[in-house]
């Protein structure tokens, strides 16, 4: 059982290519963090390991977010080459709209 991203208008995200490498390493980071608490749950450790490894998760998670929230709102939001036409307000709004929907 597996989690498909849904596919939106814009098919390539030109502001990861770039941190590519960077961004896999998190992930790889936050998976390994997840699998800790995985054999922990399975060894049935104490509930304080496992709540400090979630705790971490998070914050890798977080982390992680921000990293590509930061990068979508500079190159798909604020960036004039992409799209010359947005007004300031617009851009704000569209800003605070992917905000919401996280």
Not at 41 to 57: G, I, P
């Amino acid at each position: 059982m597996g989690y498909t991203i849904p596919k939106f208008r814009h098919p390539i995200m030109a502001h990861t290519v770039k941190d590519k490498t960077k961004l896999l390493h998190r992930l790889r980071r936050v998976r390994g963090q997840l699998n800790a608490v995985e054999k922990a749950l399975e060894e049935e450790r104490d509930c304080s390991a496992v709540l400090l490894t979630l705790a971490a998760c998070r914050g890798a998670m977080d982390s992680l977010m921000a990293e590509i929230v930061e990068g979508h709102i500079r190159f798909h939001i604020l960036d004039p080459e992409q799209h010359p036409q947005l007004s300031k307000g617009r851009q704000h709004r569209r800003s605070l709209q992917l905000f919401g929907a996280i």
